[in-house]
């Protein structure tokens, strides 16, 4: 089992810039496929990016696309999503998740992960 630490998140206008990072421990960090989700209040978690375990493969939600970028440092063990461009409906909770090496690209549905953070809040204001 590997341990997930999101940080980053916070208050920010609309059109502003956020840079979230998510600390892995307990297992082999580029053994892992990473993906980052959201979760507004009343709504379902749904994806937002995901990476595979080089970093040479991404995808991303079409409401984010072009507005933020995942990226991976394995040396680290921290993946990031970095935010620009930033909406109200962009507000949510951010979770950071964990796939386990069963494939090489990179993941969109939350049951193709077995790992989760506890979550950092994301709030735009307009």
């Known amino acids: 089992q590997v341990q997930l630490v999101e940080s980053g998140g916070g208050l920010v206008q609309a059109g502003g810039s956020l840079r979230l990072s998510c600390a892995a421990s307990?297992?082999?960090?580029?053994?892992?496929?990473m993906g980052w989700f959201r979760q507004a209040p009343g709504k379902e978690r749904e994806f937002v990016a995901g990476?595979?375990?080089?970093?040479?493969?991404?995808g991303y939600a079409d409401s984010v696309k072009g507005r933020f970028a995942i990226s991976r440092d394995n040396a680290k063990n921290t993946v990031y999503l970095q935010m620009n461009s930033l909406k109200p409906e962009d507000t949510a909770v951010y979770y950071c998740?964990?796939?386990?090496?069963?494939?090489?690209?990179?993941?969109?549905?939350?049951?193709?992960?077995?790992?989760w953070g506890p979550g950092t809040q994301v709030t735009v204001s307009s």
């Open positions: 998740a964990a796939r386990p090496g069963r494939g090489g690209g990179y993941y969109t549905r939350v049951v193709e992960y077995d790992d």
């Open positions: 307990g297992r082999t960090f580029s053994s892992d496929a």
């Open positions: 990476i595979s375990r080089s970093g040479k493969s991404q």
